[in-house]
C-alpha cells in the first residue's frame, strides 16, 4: 500500500503535548491552547467569508465602572462590551499597551490583572472591575525619561540588552516576562519542565524563558536579546 502523500506532524505533536498537558493536570496550559486553536479556525472562517454569528441588535447602554489602573481608581462609563484594552486605551489615553492582532494571538496588549499576565484584548473590562491592573505606564517609580535608576528591573533589562527594535510588541513583553518570572517562582509548571523532568522547581532556563513567552510574539525579531533580558532579571544579575 502506498504511503500517505500528506502527514501533519505538527498536529500530531500538538495533540501529543496536549495529552501530556492534561495527563501532568497543566489545565490552563491546555485551556489557552485549546482557545488559541479555536480562534484560528474562527479567524479561517471569517477570511472566507462565512457567516458567524449574528450580531445583537442595537447597542447597550453605557454602565458605570471602576477599575484600579495603576493604583488609582478610574471612574468611567462604558458599553458592557468593551475589552479592557479599549478602556485603557481609548478612555484613559493608556497608549503603551498596544493593540497588535485583537484576537489573542500577539501579545502586545499583555497587562497584569492581580499580578497576573492576560490578554487585554480578550478581557472585558468589567471582568477586571475590582482587580488591581497594571500597565506598563504603572512599573516605573518615576516619570522622568532621564531617570533611568526609577525603572523597573525589567524595562532596565530590556534597555541594557537592547531588548526590543521597533518597541511595539515591547510593553506586552516586559509585562509578559514579569509574571512569566513570578509564575515559575511559585512553582507553575511548563511543557519544558515536564520534558525536562524539572517539576519540583523550576528553573528560568533559556528553553523555559522561549516557552513562557512564546504568547508574546515580536515582528522584529529581537528573541535572543529579550530572552537576554528575562535571564538576567529571573538570575538577579541585573539593574
Ligand atoms: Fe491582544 Fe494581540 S492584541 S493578543
Ligand atoms: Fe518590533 Fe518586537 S521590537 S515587534
Known amino acids: 500500500m502506498s504511503e500517505p502523500l500528506c502527514t501533519d506532524p505538527s498536529n500530531e505533536d500538538f495533540e501529543q503535548e496536549e495529552h501530556e498537558l492534561e495527563k501532568s493536570g497543566l489545565y490552563s496550559e491546555l485551556t489557552r491552547r485549546r482557545f488559541m486553536k479555536a480562534a484560528g479556525a474562527f479567524s479561517a472562517a471569517t477570511a472566507i467569508g462565512l457567516p458567524i454569528v449574528a450580531w445583537a441588535e442595537g447597542a447597550p447602554e453605557a454602565r458605570a465602572i471602576t477599575l484600579k489602573v495603576n493604583g488609582k481608581p478610574e471612574v468611567l462609563s462604558l458599553d458592557m462590551r468593551t475589552t479592557l484594552l479599549d ?8 497608549t503603551g499597551t498596544k493593540k ?23 478581557t472585558l473590562a468589567f471582568a477586571a472591575e475590582g482587580s488591581d491592573i497594571t500597565t506598563i505606564e504603572g512599573l516605573a517609580k518615576t516619570s522622568d525619561p532621564q531617570d533611568l535608576s526609577g525603572l523597573h528591573p525589567m524595562q532596565a533589562a530590556f534597555l541594557e540588552h537592547d531588548g526590543y527594535q521597533c518597541g511595539y510588541c515591547t510593553p506586552g513583553q516586559i509585562c509578559s516576562a514579569i509574571a512569566a518570572i513570578e509564575e515559575s517562582k511559585h512553582g507553575a509548571l511548563s511543557i519544558v519542565s515536564l520534558h525536562t523532568g524539572k517539576t519540583d522547581k523550576p528553573e528560568m532556563t533559556d528553553d523555559e524563558i522561549k516557552e513562557r513567552m512564546s504568547g508574546n510574539i515580536c515582528r522584529c525579531g529581537a528573541y535572543p536579546n529579550i530572552v537576554a533580558a528575562v535571564r538576567a532579571v529571573a538570575r538577579g544579575v541585573s539593574a
Open 87 to 94: 478602556a485603557l486605551r481609548e478612555h484613559l489615553d493608556l
Open 100 to 122: 497588535g492582532c485583537d484576537h489573542g494571538q500577539c501579545g502586545a496588549c499583555t497587562v497584569l490583572v492581580d499580578g497576573r499576565r492576560v490578554n487585554s484584548c480578550l
